[in-house]
């Protein structure tokens, strides 16, 4: 026996504009209807939200920025700024500062 998942209807607007892009996609990507496509975009939408990662950004100072940034390049042969940035929730511009210092006085290569 087949389980059926219960659906809801959600009502949404389009202006014409939106509905005639929609319509002019629909064979592309093999849609049956703009109620297909529309679910698939939704889908679609979700799962790459999903994988979005939001970091809060930690305020520390250079001091301890170039302690961390010395001990997170210890651990590993080789790394990218962003992921440094990334990995020890710190600021961009401030991780691309304390680099170029290290690099600077042959700290980093």
Not at 36 to 54: C, G, N, P, Q, S
Not at 67 to 92: Q, V
Request: glycine content about 2%; overall charge positive; cysteine-free.
């Amino acid at each position: 026996m087949q389980r059926t998942v219960k659906q809801k209807i959600v009502p949404v607007r389009f202006d014409e504009e939106e509905l005639e892009a929609i319509d002019g996609l629909l064979n592309k990507v093999n849609a049956r209807s703009r109620s297909e496509f529309i679910r698939e975009a939704v889908k679609h939408y979700l799962d790459t939200v999903r994988e979005i990662r939001v970091i809060q950004i930690r305020n520390v100072s250079k001091a301890q920025a170039r302690r961390e940034i010395l001990k997170y390049l210890k651990e590993r042969k080789e790394a990218d700024t962003f992921d440094i940035a990334n990995d020890l929730r710190l600021d961009l511009g401030l991780t691309i500062r304390v680099l170029k210092e290290l690099w600077e006085e042959g700290k980093v290569r």
